[in-house]
């Protein structure tokens, strides 16, 4: 059926030529060529992107492949919303490492100064990577583990913890959600990561046998401070350091887990108007494993002394008030 056309009214099949001319101009061949891919091709992710250089566009297309990717991934996973989003920027990481590796430009297109791309990845191609990644960090959990359980020395056995504990941030930072994400597309059906949570359970346990000989130097000052340093660094959360019981003996300079202190005292000049001087303590601690420097750490204190109270005096005043520097 047909409206009168005049100048007021255009007839509905005349509409609906237009809407379909101007909508088909207006359509970027990129994105006509990406949607049809996404309907057709099953054994590919696609991905598209447009931006005000090319550059930029092959990247937002590589994003907009991720996004694909993952939300097929989140779309089928139980979502804890009790819980950050860690899960999900693990998984983020995981893919976009992915794309960027295997992913392959399909159509550049541009028009008056706009750029997009459409770029694809092959599903077999995809999930073979995965694959690949989630072995090889089990293959290196499991070397990790054999460092750690065949360690003959404090040295080597700090060493492999160190490492493990390296890895295994790195793997929960970057890696975690890959098995997940690999057999969402069906892959990975042989992959087992019990290897990752046992070497996880090990270095838990071998972090509380993080402990060293603690070793002050022969003096006053160094021996009036060494309980309250020793608590000091037990109760820093960050180290988790252990301090061996009882005295050190002259054999506890062999020790390869060692922590050394020294501290001095420094009397400083008058103060202006008094007869009062400031004493300035300093203890530098310094932890080795073997011939590996771990760590340095400085404490001190300031106390002001007069001509009735003693240097040892003002030395003693610094137990509980040692600070960081």
Not at 51 to 62: T, V
Not at 75 to 95: F, P, Q, R, Y
């Amino acid at each position: 059926m047909f409206i009168k056309k005049n100048k007021n009214f255009i007839t509905l099949a005349g509409m609906s030529l237009f809407i379909s001319l101007n909508s088909y101009a207006q359509t970027d061949p990129c994105s006509t060529l990406a949607d049809l891919q996404t309907k057709t091709d099953t054994n590919s992710f696609v991905g598209y992107g447009s931006a005000s250089s090319q550059k930029e566009a092959d990247q937002n297309a590589q994003v907009d492949l991720a996004r694909n990717i993952r939300q097929k991934v989140t779309a089928t996973s139980t979502v804890d919303e009790t819980k950050d989003d860690a899960s999900l920027k693990a998984t983020s990481k995981s893919v976009v490492s992915e794309v960027l590796i295997g992913a392959k430009v399909l159509k550049r297109c541009s028009d008056k100064g706009t750029f997009s791309a459409v770029v694809t990845l092959e599903k077999k191609a995809f999930v073979s990577s995965m694959t690949e990644k989630l072995t090889a960090n089990i293959k290196k959990a499991d070397n990790l583990i054999q460092a750690i359980e065949k360690a003959k020395t404090d040295e080597a056995l700090g060493k492999g913890v160190d490492n493990a504990k390296k890895f295994l941030a790195e793997y929960q930072d970057n890696s975690e959600s890959d098995l997940e994400v690999c057999k969402v597309y069906k892959g990975c059906s042989e992959i087992n990561i019990d290897n990752i949570h046992n070497l996880a359970e090990l270095v838990s346990k071998e972090g509380d046998k993080d402990q060293y000989v603690f070793i002050t130097n022969n003096d006053k000052v160094s021996t009036a401070l060494r309980d309250d340093l020793i608590t000091l660094l037990e109760d820093d959360p960050k180290d988790k350091i252990k301090i061996m019981d009882g005295a050190v003996t002259e054999s506890g300079s062999d020790s390869k887990r060692k922590i050394l202190a020294s501290c001095k005292a420094k009397v400083g000049s008058k103060i202006p108007g008094t007869d009062d001087r400031i004493v300035e303590t300093r203890c530098t601690l310094e932890a080795y494993i073997g011939k590996q420097k771990k760590f340095r750490k400085v404490y001190s204190c300031k106390a002001t002394v007069d001509s009735e109270i003693s240097v040892d005096d003002a030395v003693s005043t610094c137990s509980g008030r040692l600070t960081l520097e």
